[in-house]
């Protein structure tokens, strides 16, 4: 039963434009989500996260939304960069289950 | 601070053999957890350690066991090595557990032929 979808594979932008990378879940239990990229060959590495107390949560060029009720998050990128290509993945828990449950990540490719 | 480290990176083990990953966590991190990530799934995981205790399990079969030793460092292995374990390990560790926000180690890419 996968709990968190991430329903597209890939993805690709040109660069200096927007990305947006989407995830459902269908969880209710989770209460905390996450972002984190992966290039080839190393771990993932984590890039923001949102509480479900909040709706929206920033860091420079990474905005995460968060609409509970149709249990959807979103990772806008802006403006998008060459080194932004890599997978990435969601993750959601519960604060008081002990894991993170993933998607299956969306592979972004920048278009210089 | 040094991140996570994993070790080895790179492992060719041949079917029915055991193998052992090894993992340091963030120094003061005494959440390990281990994730299985192989071509087309997401990550899928494996067990959480905590202060030398196995808190969460995932739905893997018994070949797979881990243990977290008194400075937090932790290991798994699997015995009886079958093709489909060939995967990226990953090795992560939080402040608060696993359930929070976890740092990854690069992995260590095991190959069973």
């Known amino acids: 039963d996968q709990q968190v979808k991430q329903n597209s594979p890939s993805l690709s932008v040109q660069e200096g434009r927007i990305s947006i990378l989407n995830c459902d879940y269908t969880n209710s239990m989770f209460d905390y989500f996450l972002w984190y990229k992966k290039y080839p060959a190393e771990g993932p590495t984590f890039l923001i996260s949102i509480s479900s107390i909040k709706d929206k949560n920033e860091d420079g060029r990474f905005t995460v939304f968060l609409n509970k009720s149709a249990k959807h998050l979103s990772l806008h990128i802006v403006p998008s960069q060459p080194g932004d290509s890599a997978v990435y993945f969601c993750?959601?828990?519960?604060?008081?289950?002990?894991?993170?449950?993933f998607g299956t990540g969306t592979r972004l490719t920048i278009i210089p | 601070k040094a991140g996570v480290t994993q070790t080895p990176r790179y492992l060719i083990k041949t079917r029915g053999q055991q193998v052992t990953l090894s993992c340091s966590p963030i120094?003061?991190?005494?959440?390990v957890s281990w994730y299985q990530q192989t071509p087309g799934q997401g990550l899928q995981f494996l067990f959480e350690?905590?202060?030398?205790?196995?808190?969460n399990k995932g739905n893997f079969p018994g070949r797979f066991s881990g243990r977290q030793f008194s400075n937090s460092r932790s290991e798994m292995n699997v015995s009886t090595l079958e093709l489909g374990d060939s995967a990226l390990y990953l090795c992560?560790?939080?402040?608060?557990?696993?359930?929070?926000?976890?740092?990854f180690g690069e992995g260590s890419w095991l190959t069973v032929v």
């Open positions: 120094s003061g991190h005494r959440s």
């Open positions: 993750a959601a828990s519960n604060f008081g289950n002990e894991k993170l449950t």
């Open positions: 350690y905590f202060s030398e205790t196995q808190r």
């Open positions: 992560a560790s939080s402040l608060y557990g696993a359930g929070n926000t976890i740092y």
